[in-house]
């Protein structure tokens, strides 16, 4: 069993008042990008929730002269990786259960403004593997530069480029024959 | 592809070309057809992304985004209360009953016997099958599967 602490009693009034702030100002993001690797609303928002009660529990150990978010997007990472784990496991067991796969109202299509063409490329980018939508989300919806991503994803800027320019093309191949 | 091509196309994209770097990216172009191709099919990735956008959860769901915190730590603490309040008074519970049971002159011994017999096999039971979940937790490589 995970340990759970929401405990807040380590920090000051000040600091929850900053924290509740550094909240306020990266909510949005933290979702979008939970988004990008979860592809699916409640997870995005369950996991970025998360992530802001484990930041906040180890809120001391953040370096106020470093970015919230590069800090941050780390746990969310981790917690979104972990997630999509979970998710596998239950899946496969349903998949052998009930014999077929349905799609959930929540799932990335949502998302998306709701149109056929909309439909096509969200069906895509679930083909890929979380990695690739990861950056492509982070590149083309919510246009990180290449610095920030590198940043966020601790990689030089090299990968990052080399990772979007095959992300793209697995994402051109995932759309092959689709009329766009 | 070599990185110095991936270098160029992702700097074009981004209007960061020097003009000798935007020279070398077209000779490359034009020089090779396989590179052209790369770069036509990454345009129109782009391209089609960039008609899109994610949609943007209703004003409600970001206003009550961190009430999540308070609602945490209320459950928390309020399953722990509970928890807590029940264990006490069942313990309680069996404490006063074993002392009523021993107390009582008016059953006949042989139903204290069952009763007291019956009990401990009850609890031997509700041990055994706690120890065994418990083992099972740790080393069950179907955990994660849901039975």
């Given amino acids: 069993m995970r340990k759970k602490e929401y405990s807040t009693n380590h920090l000051t009034k000040k600091e929850e008042m900053e924290f509740a702030l550094l909240v306020k100002e990266n909510m949005k993001r933290a979702y979008f990008s939970a988004l990008g690797i979860l592809g699916n609303h409640d997870l995005a928002m369950e996991v970025s929730q998360e992530a802001f009660l484990k930041a906040m529990n180890h ?34 067991v349903e998949l052998l259960e009930i014999k077929k796969y349905s799609v959930s109202e929540n799932d990335l299509a949502v998302n998306f403004e709701k149109d056929e063409t909309a439909a096509l490329i969200e069906e895509a980018l679930m083909k890929l593997e979380p990695n690739d939508r990861e950056i492509l989300i982070l590149k083309e919806f919510e246009n990180y530069s290449y610095k920030e991503i590198a940043e966020l994803l601790e990689l030089p800027l090299g990968s990052v480029m080399s990772r979007l320019f ?8 995932a759309l092959e024959g689709v009329e766009l | 592809m070599t990185d110095r091509f991936i270098y160029l196309l992702e700097t074009y994209f981004e ?46 769901v970001w206003d009550n985004y961190w009430t999540i915190r308070h ?62 979940k418990l083992t099972i937790a740790k080393s069950d490589k179907y955990k994660e599967i849901q039975r």
């Fill in chain 1, 59 to 92: 809120f001391d150990k953040f370096d106020r002269s470093k970015k919230f978010f590069t800090w941050y997007y780390k746990i969310l990472r981790n917690l979104s990786l972990n997630k999509i784990r979970d998710e596998k496991n239950r899946k496969q």
């Fill in chain 1, 166 to 173: 095959y992300a793209r093309k697995k994402l051109a191949k």
């Fill in chain 2, 15 to 60: 209007n960061q070309l020097k003009p000798e770097e935007l020279k070398e990216f077209n000779k490359l172009l034009d020089s090779d057809p396989v590179l052209k191709n790369e770069f036509e099919q990454q345009k129109r990735v782009k391209e089609v992304l960039k008609k899109m956008s994610l949609k943007n959860p209703s004003s409600e």
């Fill in chain 2, 71 to 132: 609602n945490r730590i209320e459950r928390f603490v309020s399953w722990f209360l509970f928890i807590a309040g029940a264990m006490f008074l069942v313990g309680y519970g069996i404490v006063k009953g074993v002392e009523s049971f021993i107390a009582d002159d008016h059953s006949p011994f042989i139903l204290k016997f069952g009763i007291a017999v019956f009990v401990i096999g009850l609890l031997l039971l509700g041990f055994s099958i706690l120890r065994e």
